[in-house]
């Protein structure tokens, strides 16, 4: 991170996390909160919830999210929600933006479309809003941050240690659950980009299936948990290829900026049909394109300068990433045939970047960092300490 700071608050935050009963593990899957409340337990930051949830070990009863009854919002700094809270379309929380409220609301907006300000004109009131699949070229609204899937430490675990990048095969991994129904920025990118790079990288595209999951029970849960987000032969083959296709995404125009706007949603809808491209994309972030970043593998996606993507700490072109410019996909390919070191460079790189700006304790610091800024973050008590 640029600054190396953290909002030390002498108060608490608590997250409001999806409160059903009876319903899978896996269907409440809260990454983007669990990602910042690792972070948080790292840094000390006492942190509560309206109910238990996230269990830290299959041996224990120990959750990372502890619910004390004892402990509402009121008595709290910050109140954060994730979308669950919008796509299992159950009310806010009673009382949450009330007028004498002394805390800061927060929303983790992790949802494909741009609808939820439209359906539910309630969910812009947050103070924050931390956007993943944020588009620089949109006009989201002053309260909007952009944000990523970052890394939680179950992802981290797997990809401890990876080997050398001489050790890698060489191979591009590509492992789309929707290959070739899905997205339009995918299936156009693959169309144009892997007849083109498999004179380079060997085509690795086996998919995991849940029939072949592990006996170990801690591997168990942990897909279970995930809504069948985990595989380690996934994480084994991820961490043995030298590069990994992440593109995916939808075109949509670039006017009017307002992404919820019928007219924008209608012209993506225009341009998915009739299999046309624009430069903005939306819903472009993935839990495979962190993966690939911390693994060490050479990450394909589309050039993010050019398509409008916007994160905390942008990722350098050529430098972290590849990214493909889809009116020129042959320079791509010319550029690493000629310059083939190119790619063990931008492993190092890729997965540096990863580490030190998108594990849970720089998350969390950023997400501090950026409500400190706001006026309603004087009200809080805290003392900024410098971390060396």
Same mark, same amino acid.
């Given at each position: @991170?640029?600054?190396?700071?953290?909002?030390?608050?002498?108060?608490?935050?608590?997250?409001?996390?999806?409160?059903?009963?009876?319903?899978?593990?896996?269907?409440?899957?809260?990454?983007?909160?669990?990602?910042?409340?690792?972070?948080?337990?790292?840094?000390?930051?006492?942190?509560?919830?309206?109910?238990?949830?996230?269990?830290?070990?299959?041996?224990?009863?120990?959750?990372?999210?502890?619910?004390?009854?004892?402990?509402?919002?009121?008595?709290?700094?910050?109140?954060?929600?994730?979308?669950?809270?919008?796509?299992?379309?159950?009310?806010?929380?009673?009382?949450?933006?009330?007028?004498?409220?002394?805390?800061?609301?927060?929303?983790?907006?992790?949802?494909?479309?741009?609808?939820?300000?439209?359906?539910?004109?309630?969910?812009?009131?947050?103070?924050?809003?931390?956007?993943?699949?944020?588009?620089?070229?949109?006009?989201?609204?002053?309260?909007?941050?952009?944000?990523?899937?970052? %890394?939680?430490? &179950?992802?981290?675990?797997?990809?401890?240690?990876?080997?050398?990048?001489?050790?890698?095969?060489?191979?591009?991994?590509?492992?789309?659950?929707?290959?070739?129904?899905?997205?339009?920025?995918?299936?156009?990118?693959?169309?144009?980009?892997?007849?083109?790079?498999?004179?380079?990288?060997?085509?690795?595209?086996?998919?995991?299936?849940?029939?072949?999951?592990?006996?170990?029970?801690?591997?168990?849960?942990?897909?279970?948990?995930?809504?069948?987000?985990?595989?380690?032969?996934?994480?084994?083959?991820?961490?043995?290829?030298?590069?990994?296709?992440?593109?995916?995404?939808?075109?949509?125009?670039?006017?009017?900026?307002?992404?919820?706007?019928?007219?924008?949603?209608?012209?993506?809808?225009?341009?998915? @049909?009739?299999?046309?491209?624009?430069?903005?994309?939306?819903?472009?972030?993935?839990?495979?394109?962190?993966?690939?970043?911390?693994?060490?593998?050479?990450?394909?996606?589309?050039?993010?300068?050019?398509?409008?993507?916007?994160?905390?700490? /942008?990722?350098?072109?050529?430098?972290?990433?590849?990214?493909?410019?889809?009116?020129?996909?042959?320079?791509?390919?010319?550029?690493?045939?000629?310059?083939?070191?190119?790619?063990?460079?931008?492993?190092?790189?890729?997965?540096?970047?990863?580490?030190?700006?998108?594990?849970?304790?720089? %998350?969390?610091? &950023?997400?501090?960092?950026?409500?400190?800024?706001?006026?309603?973050?004087?009200? /809080?008590?805290?003392?900024?300490?410098?971390?060396?």
């Amino acid at each position: @991170m640029n600054s190396e700071y953290l909002a030390k608050f002498s108060e608490k935050i608590y997250f409001y996390c999806d409160p059903r009963e009876g319903v899978p593990e896996g269907d409440k899957f809260q990454h983007f909160l669990i990602c910042f409340a690792e972070g948080l337990k790292e840094l000390g930051i006492p942190f509560f919830s309206n109910v238990n949830y996230w269990q830290e070990s299959s041996e224990n009863d120990e959750y990372l999210f502890k619910h004390d009854p004892k402990i509402t919002p009121d008595d709290c700094s910050v109140v954060v929600l994730q979308n669950n809270w919008y796509s299992i379309d159950i009310p806010l929380p009673d009382n949450l933006f009330h007028s004498d409220r002394k805390y800061i609301t927060v929303y983790f907006d992790g949802e494909d479309s741009d609808k939820t300000y439209v359906e539910k004109p309630e969910f812009r009131q947050f103070d924050y809003i931390f956007r993943l699949h944020y588009n620089s070229k949109l006009n989201y609204g002053k309260n909007f941050h952009p944000w990523s899937y970052g %890394l939680s430490n &179950r992802i981290l675990q797997e990809l401890q240690e990876v080997p050398n990048f001489s050790q890698k095969q060489k191979q591009l991994l590509i492992n789309f659950r929707h290959w070739k129904a899905g997205h339009p920025v995918r299936n156009l990118s693959c169309k144009e980009f892997i007849p083109r790079i498999q004179n380079i990288l060997k085509i690795d595209n086996y998919i995991d299936s849940p029939d072949n999951l592990p006996d170990d029970s801690y591997h168990t849960l942990q897909w279970s948990r995930t809504g069948g987000r985990h595989y380690p032969n996934y994480y084994k083959r991820l961490k043995n290829s030298a590069a990994c296709a992440c593109f995916g995404g939808f075109f949509v125009p670039s006017f009017p900026s307002n992404p919820g706007n019928i007219i924008n949603r209608t012209g993506k809808q225009i341009l998915n @049909m009739l299999k046309l491209k624009s430069n903005t994309i939306v819903q472009w972030d993935s839990w495979r394109f962190w993966e690939s970043l911390a693994a060490g593998c050479v990450t394909f996606h589309l050039d993010f300068e050019k398509y409008g993507i916007a994160l905390p700490v /942008m990722p350098k072109n050529w430098q972290h990433y590849i990214g493909i410019d889809l009116d020129n996909v042959q320079a791509t390919i010319d550029k690493i045939a000629k310059n083939p070191e190119i790619l063990e460079e931008i492993s190092t790189s890729g997965r540096l970047l990863a580490l030190e700006n998108y594990s849970p304790v720089p %998350l969390a610091i &950023r997400f501090l960092e950026t409500i400190s800024k706001n006026k309603t973050a004087d009200n /809080m008590s805290r003392e900024i300490v410098e971390i060396k």
